[in-house]
C-alpha cells in the first residue's frame, strides 16, 4: 500500500466517503497543477459535492498530512498572491503592496485570504513543490495567481503569450538582452517571482531611432516605477542579481487582457473557514497569534442565553438541570453548524456563535427556538427559554484567552440585544432583519418583526431593533 492509499484510509475514518472517492481520483489521475492551491469550493461544484462536506473533508486530509494548507493574502486587483503562508499567524495586519497593479490593500478576510490546499509531497510529487523548475506560465497559474482566477484548463501558454511581447527565463546571476518592437498602448514589465514591476506607457509620435532600457534585479522588493517611451524599437536589457531564478515577463495591458485574467470562480475566504466549526474544533489553539489584529468588514454574531437556568437547577435539581443544559448545547451546536456557522465560544448557560451572512444565523435563531420547543414538549415542563440576540456588522479576528476570537463594537451591540431579549424572543438589529436573504427567510416562515429604538449600555446613541414574535 503507497502512503497515499494509507493516508486515505486514515481520513475515511472521519471525512464524507464520497468526498475521499473524490480525492483517490484526483490523487491518482488529474495533472500536477490541479493539485496546487486547490481551490475546495471549484473542486465542489466540479465533483458535484456538497461544498460544507468538501471543506470538512479538506481540514480533516489537512490534519492527517495528505494536503497542505496555505493562507494566501491576495490582491483585489489581479487577483495575484502577494503573501503565502503556512499558518494564519504570519499574516500581516498591515498593507501589503502589488507591484502588477500599483496597489496597496490591507489583508481583510472576507475576500483578501484565501485558503488553498496542496497536495503533500508523501501524497504525490508534483512540480509545484519545486516552484523554481515551473515553466513560466505554470509558475504564474500555480504560485503566482491566486484559486479564485478562472484561468483556461487547456492553451494557457497559447493565450497567455497573445498578450506578451516576450517573456524569458533568467537564472540566478545571469542577463539577457531583448529585442522589441513597441507598440503604441501601456506594457507593464513584470517579474512574477520578486514581484517588481516597471510601467511603461508608450505614446507620442514613432521613432526608428532605437531604445534602451535596463532592468537590475536584486534581493531587495523595489517599487513599482513607471516611465515612457515612444513606439519603436526596445533594447531591454535585464540582469538577475539575485540568487534564485526570475521570469520577466512584458505584458501589453489592453482589453484582451481583462478578459484572460479578469474572470473570478468563489474561492474559499479566511472568514469563511474562521466561521467553519470543523476548523474550530482541529485548529482550537493555532490559528491567530496574540498580537494579531486581523479585519473582518462583515460578520454576523448569534448570542443566546438560558432565561432562569439558576432558578431551574433550583427547581428540579443539579443533576436533571445538567443533563437539560447539556442537551440543550448539543441541540444548538447541530443548528449551529448546519446553518453553515460556528460556536465561538459558550459563557456559564450562554452560547455566542459566527455566521458568514445575517440569513443564516437568523434561520438558526428561529430552528433553535422551535428546538427548545420541541424539548419542552418532550420533557413535559417550560425548563428551556431561549434569549436570542443577532447583530451583524465589521470586527476584529484576535486571540483572547487562548482561543480565535473577536473583537469591536459589533459583538458588543450582538451582547447587548441578546441582553434585551425576554423568554422565547430573537431580537435583531436593522443590519439583519433589512439583508434581502433576511427578508425572503421572514417572508417564507409567516414572520413579521416588529421594531422598537433601544438605548443598549455603552452604546452613545439607540438602536433600532426588530423583535421576532
Given at each position: 500500500m503507497t502512503e497515499a492509499q494509507s493516508l486515505l484510509a486514515v481520513l475515511r475514518q472521519s471525512a464524507d466517503a464520497d468526498c475521499v472517492s473524490a480525492f483517490e481520483r484526483l490523487l491518482r489521475d488529474a495533472p500536477d497543477w490541479r493539485l496546487a492551491r486547490i481551490n475546495a469550493l471549484d473542486f465542489a461544484r466540479r465533483e458535484g459535492l456538497d461544498e460544507e462536506?468538501?471543506?470538512?473533508?479538506f481540514l480533516?486530509?489537512?490534519?492527517?498530512?495528505l494536503f497542505d494548507m496555505s493562507w494566501n493574502?491576495?490582491?483585489?486587483?489581479?487577483?495575484g498572491v502577494l503573501d503565502a503562508n503556512a499558518s494564519l499567524r504570519t499574516v500581516r495586519s498591515e498593507d501589503y503592496h502589488c507591484a502588477f497593479c500599483n496597489l496597496d490593500n490591507e489583508p481583510t478576510l472576507d475576500d483578501l485570504v484565501e485558503v488553498t490546499f496542496t497536495v503533500n509531497p508523501r501524497a504525490r510529487r508534483i512540480g509545484a513543490?519545486?516552484?523554481?523548475?515551473?515553466?513560466i506560465w505554470e509558475y504564474y497559474r500555480q504560485v503566482f495567481w491566486g484559486s479564485g482566477v478562472d484561468l483556461p484548463d487547456e492553451g494557457l501558454d497559447a493565450a497567455a503569450q497573445k498578450l506578451t511581447l516576450d517573456s524569458v527565463e533568467l537564472p540566478a546571476g545571469d542577463k539577457a538582452i531583448?529585442?522589441?518592437q513597441l507598440p503604441a498602448g501601456f506594457v507593464i514589465v513584470l517579474e512574477p517571482?520578486?514581484?517588481t514591476a516597471q510601467f511603461v506607457d508608450i505614446k507620442g509620435e514613432p521613432t526608428d531611432e532605437r531604445q534602451n532600457v535596463t532592468l537590475a534585479y536584486n534581493n531587495l522588493r523595489a517599487t513599482t516605477s513607471k516611465m515612457e517611451l515612444r513606439p519603436g524599437p526596445l533594447r531591454l536589457s535585464l540582469d538577475n542579481r539575485t540568487a534564485a531564478r526570475v521570469l520577466p515577463t512584458i505584458w501589453f495591458v489592453d482589453g484582451r487582457f481583462e478578459a484572460f485574467a479578469g474572470k473570478r470562480r468563489p474561492h474559499l475566504t479566511a472568514k469563511r473557514l474562521l466561521s467553519n466549526q470543523t476548523f474550530r474544533d482541529i485548529y482550537r489553539t493555532?490559528?491567530?497569534?496574540?498580537d494579531q489584529r486581523l479585519k473582518i468588514t462583515s460578520l454576523t454574531f448569534l448570542f443566546t442565553d438560558l432565561k432562569g437556568s439558576t432558578e431551574l437547577y433550583e427547581r428540579v435539581g443539579d443533576l436533571v438541570a445538567f443533563d437539560l443544559v447539556r442537551e440543550h448545547f448539543r441541540t444548538l451546536n447541530e443548528i449551529v453548524a448546519d446553518e453553515g456557522g460556528a460556536v465561538v465560544k459558550t459563557i456559564g448557560d450562554a452560547v455566542m456563535a459566527t455566521f458568514l451572512t445575517p440569513d443564516h444565523a437568523l434561520g438558526a435563531a428561529l430552528r433553535m427556538r422551535e428546538a427548545m420547543r420541541r424539548l419542552n414538549t418532550s420533557h413535559g415542563r417550560e425548563d428551556l427559554l431561549l434569549k436570542i440576540g443577532i447583530h451583524e456588522g465589521p470586527c476584529l479576528a484576535v486571540n483572547l484567552n487562548e482561543r480565535q476570537d473577536y473583537f469591536g463594537q459589533t459583538v458588543n451591540i450582538a451582547s447587548r440585544v441578546q441582553g434585551l431579549a425576554t423568554s422565547r424572543s430573537i431580537l435583531a438589529t436593522a443590519p439583519v432583519?433589512?439583508?434581502?436573504?433576511?427578508?425572503?427567510?421572514?417572508?417564507?416562515s409567516g414572520q413579521a418583526p416588529m421594531a422598537q429604538s433601544q438605548p443598549l449600555r455603552g452604546i452613545a446613541a439607540e438602536v433600532a431593533v426588530y423583535e421576532i414574535p
Open positions: 462536506r468538501v471543506i470538512t473533508a480533516h486530509a489537512a490534519q492527517i498530512g493574502v491576495l490582491c483585489p486587483s489581479c487577483g513543490h519545486s516552484p523554481d523548475e515551473l515553466p531583448l529585442s522589441l517571482v520578486s514581484h493555532d490559528t491567530i497569534d496574540v432583519i433589512q439583508n434581502p436573504r433576511s427578508v425572503s427567510l421572514l417572508d417564507a
